[in-house]
């Protein structure tokens, strides 16, 4: 008896392990993918995501691939969405810096960044830039340096909101310029600018899509790009690297990823990431992500565990200041 029941057990365990196979082996197969973007329709990270979705189309067999835009509590309600979807492939999360930085500006969250995820890659890299109000007499970082020294306590550094790239940015500025600066947080990057030029603050810290424009127009004053290199943008390209200007191995890039529900059967994630760096190596995506300011992706964090171990490494390197700070987002 205990025997018979016993085969029976292999032979629906075999069963279903054939049809995951045959699953994984055809997936897509005609159904269509959900890619869940944890911010509103229009933004940055959306227009990133409405890019890739066309670039990922054709290596996935011609996949139709629909952007579903849960936004709210600065993502963490489009990431537990998905956090919770059935783990097949279909439902998909395209978020930002946000995977690294809600572990550690939200005490309590619906999910776990390490554990209710697969990592399928990175997808871009977008550089951030230092300004300053025109009206500043710093004309240099270096200059600048000196005027914030000078002015200790009293220099207005704006930013798009607690827990925006912006914030984070201005708060790894200051930690590394040992300078006690006035944050003043907007609703958005646009009313921030806006309060820049007209010189009610001081400076802002915000990614090339947002000041690239103003930097141009020669709206603003420029001072630094964050990435360690500088940038090939005709209008960034004599602008210096923190880096090179004494904030050593200073680095901050707005950049995004691709991630799917934990326990998403491995042939499907394999699927799902050789598409990604084809989707990566595809030159109308490239073009369109250069137009928004952005860097694609070409270097090991488009493997799964790299881009884990890559944003582990953010969370490190966020939390101790965020937490110096001591401004939650909760």
């Given at each position: 008896m205990n025997r018979s029941i016993f085969k029976r057990s292999l032979a629906v365990l075999a069963a279903v392990t054939v049809s995951l196979g045959v699953h994984a082996q055809d997936f897509p197969g005609g159904k269509?993918?959900?890619?869940?973007?944890?911010?509103?329709?229009?933004?940055?990270?959306?227009?990133?995501?409405?890019?890739?979705?066309?670039?990922?189309?054709?290596p996935l067999d011609g996949a139709t691939i629909v952007i579903d835009n849960a936004a709210g509590a600065g993502s963490t309600i489009g990431n537990a969405k998905v956090a919770r979807a059935k783990a097949d492939g279909y439902t998909l999360l395209l978020t930002h810096v946000?995977?690294?930085?809600?572990?550690?500006?939200?005490?309590?969250?619906?999910?776990?960044?390490?554990?209710?995820?697969?990592?399928?890659?990175?997808?871009?890299?977008?550089?951030?830039?230092?300004?300053?109000?025109?009206?500043l007499e710093a004309n240099s970082f270096k200059e600048l340096r000196e005027w914030i020294g000078k002015n200790a306590g009293k220099t207005n550094l704006g930013n798009a909101g607690?827990?925006?790239?912006?914030?984070?940015c201005g708060l790894l500025l200051q930690s590394e310029l040992k300078?006690?600066?006035?944050t003043v947080p907007y609703k958005g990057t646009a009313p921030a600018i806006a309060d820049l030029l007209g010189g009610q603050i001081d400076l802002l810290c915000d990614q090339t899509t947002n000041t690239t424009g103003q930097i141009?127009?020669?709206?603003?004053?420029?001072?630094?790009v964050t990435t360690l290199k500088r940038l090939s943008t005709p209008a960034l390209k004599d602008l210096p690297t923190l880096d090179e200007s004494g904030l050593k191995s200073f680095q901050v890039t707005i950049w995004h990823g691709l991630y799917a529900p934990k326990g998403t059967p491995a042939p499907v994630l394999k699927k799902l990431n050789d598409a990604l760096k084809v989707a990566l190596k595809d030159a109308e995506f490239?073009?369109?992500?250069?137009?928004?300011?952005?860097?694609?992706?070409?270097?090991?964090?488009?493997?799964?565990?790299?881009h884990k171990k890559f944003v582990q490494a953010e969370v490190a390197r966020f939390g101790p200041v965020i937490k110096a700070a001591g401004v939650y987002a909760d």
């Open positions: 269509p993918i959900t890619i869940v973007v944890p911010f509103a329709a229009g933004g940055p990270t959306d227009r990133v995501a409405r890019d890739l979705a066309e670039a990922l189309r054709k946000g995977m690294a930085t809600t572990p550690v500006l939200y005490r309590k969250l619906p999910y776990n960044y390490e554990t209710d995820f697969e990592y399928l890659g990175m997808i871009n890299d977008v550089p951030m830039t230092v300004i300053g109000k025109p009206q607690i827990g925006s790239a912006s914030h984070l300078a006690e600066m006035t141009e127009a020669k709206k603003v004053k420029a001072y630094a490239i073009k369109k992500e250069e137009g928004l300011g952005a860097v694609v992706v070409t270097d090991k964090r488009v493997e799964p565990a790299e």
